[in-house]
């Protein structure tokens, strides 16, 4: 539990207030309406509870450590101390607004500001066909003929082997057009038309963002955005339906920018989607992230003509009047003198009011 917030409140009779008046020597008087407009200033010890609202994956709580820094998971390192809470607040939503919804994609499909990248229309990429690359796997069936069927890899060179006729060159070309060169291949010698299908296997895409189960998913057979999406569990609620498409396209990435919301109103296409493709799902930066962050644990201290004297847990926004009714009301004994001493760093001051 965090260190309580440095707050005491005496309800004062006549013997209270000459009680307080040998306490308050020292103290830096402050006024009401000067007291009305300050925050509270995070310090070293306090523990905050952190929520992001429709992202409870985010909702953490951290303590601020002695050297005034408190850790975010996700976002590294936050300066809190002699900070509001208002103000950690906009810090994260900043930061969460950096990190997840202007990516960028680096070779390996992780966001990153390095990599060039070109704005693409969703018809430029539509009808793109996919080449194969070294590394690839195809798994080959030629009808009639189990011996010949198999799977294979792609090699560095950009070849692979196949039974009768050698090496195949692979990269660079479609998958239907691997289909026709071994049909041609085996026909001129071996089999009278052959029936070759091949497929590609163990080839993934990655999607990242707001989906509820990120991460990479095979592209077997044909597959779509809306499919992929679902693959993924959906969009996280909470968030809304933009969606980014990197494609790698020769030494550049193609980014496509597209709507789910859209595409099944029919009104932007759904596109393929294709082995090494990133699919980012994000925010619209309009909405950005709703942050809230509160003090756990602070209470305060009541004493002098109280019922109850003691200490109380600061819920919220705590106003003076609710603090009293906390503390049991004052006694038949108090008055209306109310003096607040509060302590800063070093410095301690005091407020006197009347209620």
């Known amino acids: 539990m965090g260190?309580?917030?440095?707050?005491?409140?005496?309800?004062?009779?006549?013997?209270?207030?000459?009680?307080?008046?040998?306490?308050?020597?020292?103290?830096?008087?402050?006024?009401?309406?000067?007291?009305?407009?300050?925050?509270?200033?995070?310090?070293?010890?306090?523990?905050v509870e952190i929520s992001v609202w429709g992202h409870t994956e985010l909702n953490q709580k951290a303590t601020v450590g002695e050297d005034g820094r408190l850790l975010f998971l996700g976002l590294d390192e936050i300066l809190a101390a002699d900070r509001s809470l208002k103000e950690i607040e906009k810090e994260i939503q900043g930061r969460l607004k950096q990190k997840y919804l202007a990516p960028k994609v680096t070779e390996g499909g992780e966001p990153s500001s390095a990599?060039?990248?070109?704005?693409?229309?969703?018809?430029?990429?539509?009808?793109?066909?996919?080449?194969?690359?070294?590394?690839?796997?195809?798994?080959?069936?030629?009808?009639?003929?189990?011996?010949?069927?198999?799977?294979?890899?792609?090699?560095?060179?950009?070849?692979?082997?196949?039974?009768?006729?050698?090496?195949?060159?692979?990269?660079?070309?479609?998958?239907?057009?691997?289909?026709?060169?071994?049909?041609?291949?085996?026909?001129?010698?071996?089999?009278?038309?052959?029936?070759?299908?091949?497929?590609?296997?163990?080839?993934?895409?990655?999607?990242?963002?707001?989906?509820?189960?990120?991460?990479?998913?095979?592209?077997?057979?044909?597959?779509?955005?809306?499919?992929?999406?679902?693959?993924?569990?959906?969009?996280?609620?909470?968030?809304?339906?933009?969606?980014?498409?990197?494609?790698?396209?020769?030494?550049?990435?193609?980014?496509?920018r597209v709507d789910a919301d859209q595409i099944l109103e029919g009104k932007q296409p759904n596109l393929h989607v294709l082995p090494h493709d990133t699919i980012y799902v994000k925010m619209h930066a309009s909405e950005g992230f709703q942050v809230t962050v509160t003090l756990s644990g602070a209470k305060f201290t009541a004493i002098g003509e109280v019922t109850r004297p003691g200490q109380f847990d600061i819920q919220g926004t705590m106003d003076l009047l609710t603090a009293i009714s906390q503390a049991g009301g004052i006694t038949k004994f108090g008055s209306n003198r109310v003096e607040i001493i509060r302590q800063r760093g070093k410095e301690r001051w005091l407020i006197r009011a009347d209620i």
């Open 115 to 256: 990599v060039s990248q070109r704005l693409a229309a969703p018809a430029e990429i539509q009808e793109f066909i996919y080449h194969l690359q070294p590394g690839d796997s195809l798994s080959i069936a030629v009808w009639n003929h189990t011996d010949l069927s198999k799977e294979v890899a792609v090699r560095d060179d950009g070849t692979f082997p196949f039974p009768l006729i050698g090496d195949v060159q692979a990269a660079g070309h479609s998958v239907r057009e691997i289909e026709q060169e071994i049909q041609q291949r085996l026909d001129k010698d071996y089999i009278v038309k052959p029936g070759v299908t091949a497929n590609l296997v163990k080839a993934n895409f990655t999607i990242l963002g707001q989906v509820e189960k990120p991460g990479s998913y095979p592209t077997d057979g044909t597959l779509d955005l809306l499919t992929a999406l679902s693959l993924a569990g959906g969009v996280a609620k909470g968030s809304l339906s933009e969606v980014e498409l990197i494609r790698p396209h020769g030494e550049e990435k193609l980014l496509v």
């Open 3 to 47: 260190r309580p917030a440095r707050l005491f409140l005496a309800f004062l009779s006549l013997w209270g207030i000459a009680w307080m008046a040998g306490c308050a020597s020292g103290l830096k008087i402050l006024s009401p309406a000067k007291l009305s407009m300050e925050s509270y200033l995070l310090q070293p010890g306090d523990e």
